[in-house]
């Protein structure tokens, strides 16, 4: 249960890598520092809204209310550094766009410990989601948040797969991720589009650090070298899966997260983050487009 | 698709993985005790030099004032300066006022080593004072001792960080002194017989108190039923504590930092497992119940001082503490103010501020009256000094008990 739990994080923040990387062929690196925001931009809210650590019980729809507020937030912040940082770069050498991406990370982690943003002290998330024990199955606890929190990033990821592949706007995606000139001169806002790519992922990814801070209430301060290797792993789950291919991005994800916590439990919890970087590895020895980088699959 | 184009692509992807698991590599290797010598070192040559902001006299604070134990320097980091005021108003020390420089180390041992030969090499201190965590002191101690500059740690508890050499000193009480007090507190007012463990495998405090808890229990004929370990940092701890619940312990120990602990109990509760958790100093923080909440409830702790003991030093510390920074005084921020008080103490009665005077005076320290009991300097350089339990109750540390030294 655990594994489908935050293996559908690690999908959500994967979406963000692939997408990007799908169109302007560059890694955000700035990325994983967006779900850090989502998750304290979560936090604050929670805060803001009265809701202290040992409360009980808020609304159902304070949850809600705090997942759309995150995503937008963190939608308007991907906005902005498309906008002020890659955008300029369009035309540059794509290694040159990849240490701005590193820059922006750096940024984002030393803004975020500022004393009037999120400061440097790990706080505890309001739980704003309910959580009690559903049941037991073969020895296993079904919690309900992380039920709640599977059956959202599933349910967003279903929407996103809508979107890329059944609405118009997903199509001038595709078509924007198969070749930028050639979309350009098909009458397709290039720029609207790979806007709209970067406010996707970041919601994508705020929605994942609202639910990781439900999951795991004590958050770390913004520059932890946990983020950094939470951030870490989902990109090698956009690998697995096959860098700029969506569904590859899930598929990865939710693997990722499997292998993890079932080698945490059933061998060492000493070495999780072995497994994970192995299979990356393994996978990038046997198949080096990931395992649904087809060749010919489309990309977005 | 152009085949070479998608590999190259490809060699980039694979390329920024592997150099992004190398940077965290490095940045995760601050658990360890790996501190490089400084490059130039100058032996004798920086203990003498007075220091230079006109007559006062300048001592070092090193500390983790951002991080996940950040409370533990800020506090600290309180205590000295308290400490300094007073002295400062009652015309310093022979005759000459004391300054204060402090670093950060952001609770990284690399960081320490840099941070203390900063304050040796550039500020050119006379004396330093930090850390609370053992790892970080004994990075720190390491160039403090190679430069001759003595230091105290106030409260670093593991028994290697003096044994770094003779200028090395602390005030607070020895993890084997610790581990026994909390297995006894365990055996005898807990009546427990099966405790199991969960410690942090990359600090060096965490993995010797867990021995020395462990002998000590084992010695009084108490069982230990599993020992599992995490890394500090670490967010899910369901393997562990599933295998610990398997085993049906009536204490659960855990020798760790307080953010950890916090999270560490939030899933015990989570999974049901309902005995009492017990821990040592590094608990000791306002982050713990915020962090924990209700799941740390009731659960205790060894400590060097409760800020709700009946004596004089403790009454009087507690209300100057709070007049001057608003809040109830940690243990760390009562051993930062006796480390700096046993310091001045030090240099009152030693013949010059040269490195070696100074130590030799702070080794002769005995009966100094600290807020955290009465300190003398044994010939390890170490304090032998009583413990108290304190249980978390309403968010606060309350007093339970306290626990004298077993007789030599």
Redesign the interface.
């Known amino acids: 249960m655990d594994g489908i739990a935050v293996g559908s994080l690690y999908a959500l923040i994967a979406l963000g890598y692939t997408m990007v990387y799908g169109i302007l062929q560059f890694i955000n690196f700035a990325h994983s520092d967006i779900f850090v925001l989502g998750a304290w931009i979560s936090y604050t809210i929670a805060v803001g809204l009265g809701y202290a650590a040992l409360s009980t019980a808020p609304p159902a729809y304070a949850g809600v209310l705090i997942l759309l507020a995150a995503m937008a937030t963190c939608g308007a912040v991907g906005f902005t550094i498309e906008r002020l940082a890659y955008r300029p770069l369009r035309k540059a050498p794509r290694l040159n766009v990849l240490i701005t991406a590193i820059g922006v990370s750096l940024f984002l982690q030393n803004v975020g410990q500022l004393k009037w943003f999120f400061g440097t002290q790990p706080q505890r998330m309001p739980p704003v989601l309910d959580d009690h024990v559903i049941g037991t199955l073969a020895g296993v606890q079904f919690h309900s948040v992380d039920l709640i929190g599977a059956a959202t990033a599933l349910a967003l990821m279903l929407v996103l797969d809508w979107l890329i592949f059944r609405t118009r706007l997903g199509r001038a995606m595709r078509a924007v991720s198969h070749d930028i000139g050639v979309a350009s001169l098909m009458g397709i806002n290039v720029d609207a589009v790979i806007s709209f790519t970067f406010v996707l992922g970041s919601s994508l990814a705020a929605a994942a650090g609202f639910l990781y801070a439900m999951k795991y209430p004590g958050l770390n301060q913004p520059a932890h070298a946990t983020w950094v290797l939470l951030g870490l792993k989902a990109f090698v789950a956009a690998v697995i899966g096959g860098i700029g291919n969506v569904r590859g991005a899930m598929l990865g994800g939710i693997l990722i997260g499997f292998i993890e916590l079932f080698g945490a439990a059933y061998l060492s919890p000493h070495l999780r983050d072995i497994y994970v970087f192995s299979i990356l590895i393994l996978v990038l020895l046997v198949r080096p487009t990931g395992i649904l980088g087809k060749p010919v699959a489309e990309k977005v | 698709?152009n085949?070479n184009v998608?590999?190259r692509?490809?060699s980039?992807?694979?390329a920024?993985?592997l150099l992004?698991?190398a940077g965290?590599v490095a940045?995760?290797g601050g658990g360890k005790e790996s501190t490089p010598p400084p490059a130039t070192p100058a032996p004798g040559a920086a203990s003498s030099a007075p220091a230079p902001s006109g007559d006062a006299i300048l001592i070092g604070h090193f500390g983790s004032?951002?991080?996940?134990e950040?409370?533990f320097g800020q506090s600290t980091d309180n205590g000295i300066r308290l400490a300094i005021k007073e002295v400062n108003a009652a015309g310093g020390v022979k005759g000459r006022p004391i300054a204060l420089k402090t670093y950060d180390d952001q609770g990284k041992a690399q960081e320490a080593g840099t941070a203390v030969t900063r304050l040796i090499t550039d500020d050119k201190v006379t004396a330093v004072l930090g850390e609370v965590a053992s790892t970080l002191s004994l990075a720190g101690g390491r160039v403090a001792q190679q430069y001759g500059v003595p230091m105290i740690t106030p409260s670093s508890t593991n028994p290697k960080v003096t044994q770094t050499g003779d200028m090395i000193f602390r005030v607070c009480f020895l993890d084997p002194f610790q581990g026994w007090v909390e297995a006894k507190f365990a055996r005898e007012n807990l009546k427990a017989t099966k405790a199991a463990i969960l410690y942090d495998?990359t600090q060096a405090y965490s993995k010797g108190l867990k021995d020395f808890f462990r002998d000590a229990f084992e010695k009084m004929g108490g069982t230990i039923t599993t020992e599992?370990?995490?890394?500090g940092?670490?967010?899910?701890f369901?393997?562990?504590l599933?295998t610990i619940r398997g085993t049906n312990p009536e204490l659960l120990f855990v020798p760790g930092y307080y953010?950890d602990v916090?999270?560490i109990a939030?899933q015990v509760r989570?999974?049901?497992i309902k005995v009492p958790m017990l821990g040592g100093d590094g608990w000791d923080s306002s982050?713990l119940a915020?962090?924990?909440?209700?799941a740390i409830e009731g659960s205790y702790f060894s400590n060097h001082y409760s800020f709700q003991e009946d004596r004089a030093e403790v009454k009087n510390f507690v209300e100057k503490y709070k007049t001057d920074y608003g809040a109830t005084p940690d243990g760390l921020a009562a051993l930062g103010y006796d480390a700096a008080r046993l310091l001045f103490d030090a240099m009152g009665r030693a013949d010059s501020l040269d490195g070696k005077a100074l130590a030799a005076a702070i080794a002769s320290t005995k009966g100094f009256k600290g807020v955290t009991g009465s300190i003398s300097m044994d010939a390890n350089r170490d304090a032998r000094k009583s413990a108290v339990i304190v249980q978390m109750k309403g968010g606060m540390p309350v007093y339970v008990t306290t626990i004298e030294p077993p007789p030599l």
């Open positions: 698709m085949p998608r590999r692509r490809f980039i992807a694979s920024a993985v992004l698991s965290l940045c995760s004032m951002t991080g996940s950040a409370t495998q599992q370990a995490f890394s940092g670490d967010q899910d369901s393997a562990q599933t953010t916090g999270n939030i989570k999974l049901g982050q915020a962090i924990g909440g209700d």
